[in-house]
């Protein structure tokens, strides 16, 4: 039985209707009987992760993918009574029985399931909302068709307002929408008009990640072959860029985090738990876990996951320079940034006697700023410049 005290838990669904050009997640399109196998295996996952965790304060459940949302309402069941076999998850209203707390009681466990339009309905929504699902994060990209057609999305944007509609009619209330920054056949002028269009509807939060073109994928293909992608040039980039923040600041969404934008009080818990470092176990094909400053992945292997191979891979224990240095960079991520007493709390050293020279050349060339919160903590934390330059930024705190 593990000591560890809280826990996310990441759960990863492999399938999807067909890949996307740009896609290098493990995804892949699959059989009905395969996706009933895995489910299983699955659940057999679950299950034995509740033998050891059982006792630990589950914070946060993310069901992601792949396509959560193409599996049938009875497959989806069968994960939730294995999570709830396996674990305490009582803080989670649902509707069905076993699952109920009273209405005025917000739920205490934050269990957000992505979904793609084109692959959601009515009674998968029931299904999810019955099983205590409180966020739905759906995957757009764009509201312009071409754009979306060229990224070799399944959906266009109407199936996109239908599904959120659909969400809405059946009481979720805190939603986000995934939107991708400089995509081949993007404007400035099409993307202000994705935002206004997303804008619109109202989400609770927005995540504007930049198309990145991974070895493997058809992008990338496509850009060293005869018919190059119709990309933003340097400089539109740049404006489709800093026109995110421009747009959706004043209407009430605050970045949180570089890429992550939500109405006051709806960031992503989740997320935020990976960037704050805390323990996260991942479940499922190819998913990755950190606990206790050790981290493993899964097999990404179908037929060793189904015969149970699944074995912690690749595991690692972190060094101290490694927590460190993964402290400042995930935490850096965040608009608030990281203190410099909660810095001296995890590792017993002092902040400045450890980044104290660095930090003060980054705030000289105006890329992080100091700043006292009302509590008199210290927070250290990026710039706007810092922000635009952050990979080069964050470079700085990695071990030498
Ligand atoms: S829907 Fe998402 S996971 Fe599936 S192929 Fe497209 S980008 Fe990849």
């Given amino acids: 039985m593990s000591e560890v005290k809280n826990l996310e838990l990441y759960i990863h669904i492999p399938f999807c209707v067909k890949k996307c050009n740009y896609c290098d997640f493990l995804s892949f399109a699959a059989s009905d009987e395969d996706k009933d196998r895995y489910i299983a295996a699955l659940s057999e996952e679950i299950l034995k992760a509740g033998e050891i965790y059982s006792g630990c304060n ?30 305490d998850l009582s803080g989670l209203k649902g509707k069905e029985k076993g699952f109920f707390r009273k209405k005025e009681v917000p739920p205490s466990i934050e269990f957000s399931v992505e979904c793609n339009p084109g692959t959601l309905s009515v009674d998968k ?47 979720f209330k805190n939603i986000n929408v995934d939107l991708m920054q400089a995509v081949p056949l993007q404007t400035l002028q099409s993307w202000r008009k994705t935002m206004a269009e997303v804008v619109a509807l109202k989400p609770e939060h927005i995540s504007a990640y930049s198309l990145i073109i991974e070895e493997g994928t058809p992008f990338y293909d496509r850009m060293h072959g005869e018919f190059p992608l119709a990309l933003p040039d340097e400089d539109e980039e740049r404006a489709i860029y800093h026109a995110t923040r421009e747009f959706l600041e004043p209407v009430g969404y605050k970045r949180y985090e570089i890429s992550n934008y939500a109405l006051p009080g709806k960031e992503c818990r989740h997320n935020t738990g990976y960037w704050k470092r805390e323990n996260y176990l991942g479940l499922g094909l190819g998913a990755s876990s950190m606990v206790d400053n050790v981290r493993w992945k899964n097999t990404s292997d179908m037929n ?17 320079a490694d927590r460190m240095a993964e402290f ?17 709390e995890t590792f017993g050293q002092d902040y400045d006697f ?23 903590d210290s927070f250290v934390s990026l710039t706007e410049k810092g922000i635009d330059v952050s990979n080069i930024v964050l470079a700085e705190f990695l071990p030498e």
Wanted: one cysteine or more.
């Fill in 58 to 87: 589950i914070k946060t459940i993310f069901i992601g993918g792949g396509t959560p949302s193409i599996l049938m309402p009875e497959q989806f069941r069968k994960i939730c009574e294995a999570l709830r076999s396996a674990f």
């Fill in 125 to 171: 929504l029931e299904m999810m909302s019955a099983m205590g699902v409180n966020r739905l994060s759906i995957g757009l990209q764009s509201a312009a068709d071409n754009e979306l057609k060229e990224l070799g999305r399944i959906h266009t944007f109407q199936e996109f307002v239908d599904t959120f509609v659909l969400a809405r009619s059946k009481g």
């Fill in 304 to 320: 060793e996951y189904i015969n149970g191979e699944r074995t912690r891979q690749e595991e690692e224990r972190l060094s101290r």
């Fill in 328 to 344: 400042m960079f995930l935490g850096l991520r965040m608009t608030e940034g990281i203190s410099k007493e909660k810095f001296f």
């Fill in 354 to 376: 450890t980044y104290g020279l660095t930090t003060a050349k980054l705030i000289d060339d105006g890329l992080m700023k100091l700043t006292i919160s009302d509590s008199g």
